[in-house]
């Protein structure tokens, strides 16, 4: 991966440290992240390694909020929308608008989903969490991202 802080060419890579259970005042979790992705993504600076729009919690809001996964890379990238402009077009393809049901539901399906049992343990080994019960995926990317900007500043 690029060092953050160094650049490749002329864009810095930026480690997307906003955790999939952030909201911003729609109240969908992980969708902050998601247009973090992939407006790094759209300007060449998400690190290597890392999905623009990958097919787990990405792919489980585009699913969940009826968003077509190209249609919603070609908006960011061709758009490049502000964090409220982008969820402004995402209850735009809804019609209009999205219930707080559905927006409970895909928030709840975010926060039980689990990785598998060989992923969660090597990620929770490769980040010296050991086997404390921790298999939320959450948690565990969350993890991941922090030991990511950990190798990337202080172990250059």
């Not at 407006?39 to 969940?64: I, K, N």
């Not at 559905?102 to 598998?116: G, L, S, T």
Request: hydrophobic content about 35%; charged content about 25%.
């Amino acid at each position: 991966m690029t060092t953050m802080g160094t650049t490749s060419g002329t864009r810095q890579h930026i480690i997307p440290l906003i955790s999939s259970e952030s909201a911003g005042p729609l109240g969908a979790i992980h969708l902050p992240r998601l247009w973090a992705k992939l407006t790094l993504a759209a300007s060449g600076m998400l690190p290597e390694g890392y999905d623009e729009c990958g097919p787990g919690f990405d792919q489980m809001t585009l699913s969940d909020l009826s968003l077509d996964k190209e249609k919603t890379i070609d908006y960011v990238r061709t758009s490049k929308p502000t964090y409220m402009q982008f969820e402004q077009w995402v209850i735009a393809q809804n019609g209009g608008s999205l219930s707080e049901e559905r927006i409970r539901a895909h928030n709840e399906a975010v926060r039980k989903y689990c990785h598998n049992d060989d992923l969660a343990h090597q990620m929770r080994t490769s980040s010296g969490v050991g086997d404390h019960g921790i298999s939320d995926a959450v948690t565990l990317n969350k993890i991941e991202d922090l030991d990511e900007l950990y190798r990337q500043v202080v172990k250059r």
